[in-house]
C-alpha cells in the first residue's frame, strides 16, 4: 500500500481500541498514514496513542469538527472517515478502489451492521477523494462535514448530498466491520449510552436541512 491514504479517526475516552484498530489497519492497509484526532484533556487516550507511536492531532469538539480539521492537516489523495469501532478487513481498500471513477467520490464501506449500509443505500464510513472532500457540503464549500450535529444524522447529510451529487456508490465486498451495541459486537459504555439525545437533537437538525440537498435530485 502507498500513502495515498488517510485514515482520519476522531477519538474520545476509548483508550482500550487504540490498538485493535491499528492491528488491523498494519495488517490490510500497512502504508495507510492513520490520524487520531482527539480532544484536549483526554489524557488516557493521548497516552494510548502514544504508546503506539501513531499520530495525533488534538481538536476540541464533535466528530464532524474533528473529521474536517483531520481533512485540512492532510494531502493524502484519499481519504477515509473512520472511528475507533471498527475494524478493517483484508481487500477493502483494493474493493473500494475498484468502485471509484468519473464523478464518483464517495464510496460506502460495509459495515455488517447497519441494514441501510449493507443494502447499498448509506454508509457510515466512507472512502472519499479529496477531490470531493473540497467540494463541501451542500451549502459550506469549506467544510466537508456539517458541523452542527452533535454526532448522529451527520452522516445521513453526507451520504444524502454525494446522492443528490450522484458521486456515491456503495462497495459491498469492502469490509469495515462497525463494533456496535447494536448488532451485540460491543458493550454499551457512557458515549453509547448518550445517543438517543443526540439523535433528537441531530434528527432535527437533519429534517430542517434536508431540503437544500432533497430538492436538488
Known amino acids: 500500500m502507498?500513502?495515498?491514504?488517510?485514515?482520519?479517526?476522531?477519538?474520545?475516552?476509548?483508550?482500550?481500541?487504540?490498538?485493535p484498530l491499528l492491528e488491523s489497519i498494519r495488517a490490510t492497509t500497512p502504508g495507510a498514514r492513520v490520524l487520531f484526532i482527539a480532544d484536549p484533556?483526554?489524557?488516557?487516550?493521548?497516552?494510548?496513542?502514544?504508546?503506539?507511536?501513531?499520530?495525533?492531532l488534538i481538536v476540541k469538539g464533535?466528530?464532524?469538527?474533528?473529521?474536517?480539521?483531520?481533512?485540512?492537516?492532510?494531502?493524502?489523495?484519499?481519504?477515509?472517515?473512520?472511528?475507533?469501532?471498527?475494524?478493517?478487513?483484508?481487500?477493502w481498500l483494493e474493493a473500494a478502489k475498484?468502485?471509484?471513477?468519473?464523478?464518483?467520490?464517495?464510496?460506502?464501506?460495509?459495515?455488517?451492521?447497519?441494514?441501510?449500509?449493507m443494502a447499498g443505500t448509506h454508509a457510515d464510513h466512507a472512502l472519499i477523494t479529496r477531490?470531493?472532500?473540497?467540494?463541501?457540503?451542500?451549502?459550506?464549500?469549506t467544510k466537508t462535514l456539517h458541523e452542527?450535529?452533535?454526532?448522529?444524522?451527520?452522516?445521513d447529510e453526507f451520504i444524502e448530498t454525494a446522492?443528490?451529487?450522484?458521486?456515491?456508490?456503495?462497495a459491498p465486498d469492502s469490509i469495515v466491520e462497525h463494533l456496535h451495541p447494536h448488532s451485540g459486537k460491543a458493550e454499551v459504555d457512557e458515549l453509547y449510552s448518550k445517543a438517543g439525545r443526540r439523535m433528537l437533537i441531530g434528527r432535527q437538525i437533519y429534517r430542517w436541512r434536508r431540503r437544500k440537498w432533497a430538492k436538488k435530485r
Open 131 to 141: 477531490e470531493y472532500a473540497e467540494v463541501g457540503t451542500i451549502d459550506d464549500p
Open 98 to 117: 475498484a468502485k471509484l471513477g468519473p464523478g464518483i467520490g464517495v464510496v460506502g464501506t460495509n459495515d455488517l451492521n447497519s441494514k441501510r449500509v
Open 62 to 91: 464533535n466528530y464532524a469538527k474533528k473529521i474536517n480539521r483531520g481533512i485540512a492537516a492532510t494531502d493524502e489523495p484519499l481519504i477515509f472517515q473512520g472511528a475507533d469501532d471498527i475494524r478493517f478487513k483484508p481487500g
Open 41 to 56: 484533556g483526554d489524557t488516557a487516550e493521548h497516552a494510548a496513542i502514544a504508546a503506539e507511536g501513531a499520530e495525533m
Open 148 to 155: 452542527a450535529y452533535p454526532h448522529e444524522y451527520v452522516d
Open 163 to 170: 446522492i443528490s451529487r450522484d458521486a456515491f456508490v456503495a
Open 2 to 19: 502507498s500513502a495515498e491514504l488517510a485514515i482520519l479517526v476522531p477519538v474520545l475516552r476509548r483508550p482500550q481500541n487504540v490498538r
